[in-house]
């Protein structure tokens, strides 16, 4: 009777940690904007580049 309650409660908070696992990297999700990989010049007023920077999605 004692291990099938020691068992239960394991996997009940088992269960509870990956839900909130689950609800905290859904959340993350939402929130960040997606990667876009290119690339982006910027100019000055003469229309001279200036600076250049590359992005890299992993």
């Given at each position: 009777m004692r291990n099938?309650?020691?068992r239960?409660?394991?996997v009940l908070a088992i269960a509870v940690v990956?839900?909130?696992v689950a609800w905290r990297?859904?959340?993350a999700e939402?929130?960040?904007?997606?990667?876009?990989?290119?690339?982006?010049?910027?100019?000055d007023s003469?229309?001279?580049?200036v600076k250049?920077?590359?992005t890299t999605c992993m």
């Open positions: 099938r309650k020691i239960l409660a394991i990956a839900a909130v990297t859904s959340q939402k929130s960040r904007p997606p990667c876009e990989p290119g690339r982006h010049e910027e100019k003469a229309g001279k580049v250049v920077t590359r």
